[in-house]
């Protein structure tokens, strides 16, 4: 059962093009959800985040976007560059002293020049 | 220097054999975890750790087994490896603030098991 879902495993979008990548979730106690960017040969790396008190986080080129009702978050990169190629996983929890991260299957990201 | 340091960075053993992957955090987080990835199915939390006596089985804790050692570190086991335990492995450190709880991971090891 997966609870959090990544249906695009990759993504192609030109350089300084905006990058949009999508994440479903099912369980209607998440209220935190984090996006984390991957290279290969590395760990995950946190990039931005957002509670269910907000519909909208942003940071620099990146911000997440969250639709309570339809249970559906986004991470918009605008604009995108080549070294922003690399798989991103979106996680989600419910807030709490025992909150654990959920992941998605992750989506592959290749930025063209 | 990294804060979360996994080793091996890589390790190819037989059927069979006892492996031990370690994790060190010079974060000074209480909470440890581990995950592996494997291809299309994203990280599965194995175990997890909220302090030094505490110890909780993840969604994939069959064939495994941890120890925390001290705050800083925290180990995974392999009693008897099998081939489908091949993965990436990933530990990962957290400092609950109250109400979230961001990870932060380590480089990861590539374990095969032949």
């Known amino acids: 059962d997966q609870q959090v879902k990544q249906n695009s495993p990759s993504l192609s979008v030109q350089e300084g093009r905006i990058s949009i990548l999508n994440c479903d979730y099912t369980?209607?106690?998440?209220?935190?959800f984090l996006w984390y960017k991957k290279y290969p040969a590395e760990g995950p790396t946190f990039l931005i985040s957002i509670s269910s008190i907000k519909d909208k986080n942003e940071d620099g080129r990146f911000t997440v976007f969250l639709n309570k009702s339809a249970k559906h978050l986004s991470l918009h990169i605008v604009p995108s560059q080549p070294g922003d190629s690399a798989v991103y996983f979106c996680?989600?929890?419910?807030?709490?002293?025992?909150?654990?991260?959920?992941f998605g299957t992750g989506t592959r990201l290749q930025v063209t020049l | 220097d990294a804060d979360v340091t996994q080793t091996p960075r890589n390790r190819i053993t037989k059927t069979g054999k006892r492996i031990m992957l370690e994790c060190s955090q010079t974060?000074?987080?209480?909470?440890m975890y581990w995950y592996r990835q494997d291809p299309g199915l994203g990280l599965r939390l194995i175990y997890y750790s909220f302090d030094v006596k505490d110890i909780n089985k993840g969604e994939i804790s069959d064939g495994y087994s941890v120890s925390r050692q001290a705050q800083a570190k925290f180990s995974l086991s392999l009693e008897s490896a099998i081939p489908n335990q091949t993965a990436l492995y990933f530990c990962?450190?957290?400092?609950?603030?109250?109400?979230?709880?961001?990870?932060?991971f380590g480089p990861g090891t590539r374990l095969t098991v032949l």
């Open positions: 990962a450190t957290s400092d609950w603030t109250g109400r979230t709880d961001t990870q932060y």
């Open positions: 996680a989600a929890s419910t807030t709490g002293t025992a909150s654990k991260l959920t």
């Open positions: 369980n209607s106690m998440f209220d935190y």
């Open positions: 974060k000074g987080h209480d909470r």
